[in-house]
T-cell receptor
């Protein structure tokens, strides 16, 4: 398996633009997590899905952020409109339901909002 | 929900010395305690984990100890090497089902040659 795949790896956009981040979890994994990492706030969980259903979105900072998982092999995190304070590295991770929940992280998307 | 605190936030050690990072958690229902290592510009990766029925686990130069009574667990790295320089995160699941982990704030470890 290729591991968790994220695209794009880098994104530079201007304030007010829509940004869409994409994630393909490891095949067979039941859980998918979206994290945001910054120097100031560390590693924050934004939202997670179980079997394509959003379970906990309490970490989503505001209505500008939305996430979907239309099928078991694809998820998106959208920011509309983007703001400079959204600049961060966004990680997607997946895990297998049975067991103690080791999370496998993707390579991340480095987002810069100018 | 679970609250995980990690100390110290930065740690500088001489090559060959040992490094110890400590985490405390709040939810006594937590039963799984992983440690992730994140090298500069890379993704977090699991390096070792421990389950609540075990007090200590070793894997070569790294070990994790767990004290469920005091609700803390620690990462020990012996004979540190420059490649151990990274940010280390502890985590705990709390009572919440669903493999959700709450991460500590991270410890930046610098191994000086």
């Amino acid at each position: 398996d290729a591991g968790v795949i994220q695209s794009p790896r880098h994104e530079v956009t201007e304030m007010g633009q829509e940004v869409t981040l994409r994630c393909k979890p490891i095949s067979g994994h039941d859980y998918l997590f979206w994290y945001r990492q910054t120097m100031m706030r560390g590693l924050e969980l934004l939202i997670y899905f179980n079997n394509n259903v959003p379970i906990d979105d309490s970490g989503m900072p505001e209505d500008r952020f939305s996430a979907k998982m239309p099928n078991a092999s694809f998820s998106t995190l959208k920011i509309q409109p983007s703001e400079p304070r959204d600049s961060a590295v966004y990680f997607c991770a997946s895990s297998f339901q049975r067991g103690f929940g080791e999370q496998f992280f993707g390579p991340g998307t480095r987002l810069t909002v100018l | 929900g679970e609250n995980v605190e990690q100390h110290p936030s930065t740690l500088s050690v001489q090559e060959g010395d040992s490094a110890v990072i400590k985490c405390t958690y709040s939810d006594s229902a937590s039963n799984y305690f992983p440690w992730y290592k994140q090298e500069l510009g890379k993704r977090p990766q699991l390096i070792i984990d421990i389950r609540s029925n075990v007090g200590e686990k070793k894997d070569q130069r790294i070990a994790v100890t767990l004290n469920k009574t005091a609700k803390h667990f620690s990462l020990h790295i012996t004979e540190t090497q420059p490649e151990d320089s990274a940010v280390y995160f502890c985590a705990a699941p709390g009572e919440a089902a669903g493999n959700k982990l709450t991460f500590g704030g991270g410890t930046r470890v610098l191994v000086k040659p």
